[in-house]
């Protein structure tokens, strides 16, 4: 929190707000600027891309609508019956946001009580940003905002905060992903009674919010705050039918137990892996809009055992979860479904969940075949490097009586050893096919279908294994394939 330092905006801030501020003035338009802008520049945080409230009495669609054509910006309606309306532009290659919205009230001080934190809300006019000097007491901070902030206290601004969005329930919790921000007494308590309205808000804006809780480098402790109040189980209904659930000797939590203890122990290794820059690299890649490998391999941790409750069975007094991965898989692609994330995304998750055994199935060999790895690589993928790391988080959230200290110690090592094997492998170019299909089709006289394909597979397995080496060999093996395949 800025306590000594002048408050006052960047000149890149007021470069982004000049030909808003222009326009206001030519329309004589009294323009505030609101929220999260003023909440940032108290805490000194600086954006990549950051977006800009504003608020206005009267008019703020035609007010955007018409700044927009005049910015050349994108523009869309928000809300018709609040007045809210979006600018999108692109400048300097990032994307900025601009919103408008009316008066909620007859005036700016009731307008900020409908705010959902007394730490957004805040305003000053717009004007008021491009003087040289500390803007401070141009800010109308009628609910104390700035103090809370300076206390780093998360407060509802009202009685009916959550009522009129009850989506600010998990904003609240998305906002204390902000180090040492908490919300209040009064707010917990009123998130956990109202929590149900969540189930009013469209899919699209609850993703967004677990995205910025996944974005978090404390996503655990946010989502356990969250499932002590029973929050989390209103977003995710699947979590309830994985509570206690034991599982067997080589467990020490309940399947639901685990699962958060598999976020935790990923986060907890995070900074080790991503001392590596190709790893880091490979977590920072985006799959979908800003949203990154990272968040969505959090995502894959609360997800991974999710099949669990449905395939427990009990076999000779032994517990067993047999297919339960393919379950998960179901689940997890109805729970894409349901919050809308892109075919990209959902994709990844799937093969994660599917496959997040696979490593441990190596590590339990005394030594994985070569054609066990190609097997492995080929059918993860992309994801690889995510089903890897996500079974070292799972494996260290093992710790029954059963699960050794040396079954640990192996798959520590078979699984850094897989890591390092594919980060080399990812620099190398991939060797060109000693045949085509339509070298196949020509030698053993096939018309094009199915088969072509399963020959083409089993020639590249060999091939990357070292089976074969020149191109007699590959018609050998091909024609082998072919007549165990017709």
Known sequence: MRKTM??????RDKNLLKPVHEFARKRRAKLYLVGGALRDLMLGRSKENPDFD???????????????????????????????????????????????????????????????????????????VFGEGDISASISDPYSGRRDLEKKIIRVCGKKTFKDD?????????????????????????????RRLIRKVSSERVREEL??????????????GMDKLKILEVVFPEINPM?????????????????????????????????SRDIDSYLN???????????????????????????????????????????????TREVCRRLKL?????????????????PGYLAGCQRPTERAVFRFFRDTGKDALAVLLLSLADQRATKGPLATASSRLRHEKTVGSLIRRLLKKSKESKPAPLLNG?????????????????????????????????????????????????
């Open 6 to 11: 002048e408050l006052k905006f960047s000149d």
């Open 54 to 128: 504003f608020c206005l009495k009267k008019g703020a669609i035609a007010f955007g609508r018409s700044l927009a054509r005049k910015m050349k910006a994108g523009f869309v309606v928000l809300d018709e019956d609040h007045a809210a309306c979006r600018l999108v532009r692109k400048q300097d290659g990032r994307i900025y946001t601009f919103d408008f919205t009316d008066f909620r009230a007859e005036t700016l001080e009731k307008d900020l009580s409908c705010r959902d934190f007394t730490m957004n809300a805040m305003a000053v006019e717009l004007s008021g």
């Open 166 to 194: 009850p989506l600010r329930i998990l904003r609240a919790f998305s906002f204390s992903c902000m180090p040492g921000f908490k919300p209040d007494k009064q707010t917990l308590s009123a998130c956990g009674k109202e």
């Open 211 to 224: 995205f910025k809780i996944f974005d978090s480098p404390s996503s655990h402790n946010v989502f356990l």
């Open 243 to 275: 509570r206690k659930i034991g599982q067997g000797p080589h467990h020490h939590l309940d399947v639901w137990q685990h699962t958060m203890e598999t976020l935790r122990q990923f986060e907890l290794m995070l900074p080790e892996a991503r001392r």
């Open 285 to 331: 890649e985006e799959l979908s809009g800003q949203r990154k490998r990272l968040s969505l391999l959090k995502f894959a941790c609360i997800l991974h055992d999710t099949g669990k409750p449905k395939s427990l069975r009990r076999e000779k007094g032994k517990i067993t979860f047999h297919g339960h991965e393919r379950i998960g898989l179901g689940i």
């Open 342 to 358: 892109a075919n990209d995304e959902t994709r990844s998750l799937e093969r994660i969940v599917l496959w997040h055994l696979r």
């Open 438 to 486: 339509h070298d196949i089709m020509r030698k053993f006289k096939l018309a094009p279908g199915p088969l072509i394909g399963i020959a083409l597979k089993g020639l590249e397995e060999a091939q990357a294994i070292g089976r074969i080496r020149g191109k007699e060999g590959a018609f050998k093996l091909a024609a082998k394939i072919i007549k165990q395949n017709k």
